[in-house]
């Protein structure tokens, strides 16, 4: 199994977690803070970290094989483009063998692929409705299953 970091680990985030553990995962999930203890209760180990912040995430990538970028209802053009663009700058030196993205700006998607084909890191692009929660829920274990080519 994997271990798989998820960012952030706000509600489909948690929900996300649940599954992956419960198929014997170990999961990893971020919260600016504060957001601890509904992480544990999803079965995830909570670290606190800002993606607004990249250098605050590289400890969490610590034995990490899939990181899920999950940003899809937050609209801030800054986190899709610039800040994304420098996690995968730093992807290249971990162990992270996949990236799963979910984004609400089409450049945001665009960076992730240009930076999946430079640094050969197999991407997948969710585009389940976030606000469909069984089908998003199925989307994202789907893409974490095609990462690990389970």
């Known amino acids: 199994m994997a271990r798989v970091l998820i960012v952030p680990c706000g509600c489909r985030g948690r929900a996300l977690a649940s599954a992956l553990v419960a198929d014997g995962h170990a999961v990893r999930g971020t919260t600016r803070g504060g957001g601890e203890e509904?992480?544990?209760?999803?079965?995830?180990?909570?670290?606190?970290?800002?993606?607004?912040?990249?250098g605050t995430l590289m400890d969490a990538l610590s034995g990490v094989t899939i990181v899920c970028w999950l940003m899809g209802t937050i609209p801030v053009p800054e986190l899709h483009e610039g800040r994304l663009r420098m996690l995968?700058?730093?992807?290249?030196?971990?162990?992270?063998?996949?990236?799963?993205?979910?984004?609400?700006?089409?450049?945001?998607e665009q960076v992730a692929r240009t930076a999946a084909q430079t640094w050969q890191i197999p991407l997948e692009v969710l585009d389940a409705d976030p606000l469909d929660h069984d089908a998003w829920l199925a989307s994202a274990r789907g893409a974490i299953d095609r990462l690990l080519g389970l």
């Open 88 to 108: 995968w700058e730093k992807l290249v030196d971990t162990p992270v063998r996949g990236v799963v993205y979910e984004g609400a700006l089409p450049q945001g």
């Open 38 to 54: 509904a992480i544990r209760a999803a079965g995830a180990e909570p670290y606190v970290g800002d993606p607004d912040r990249i």
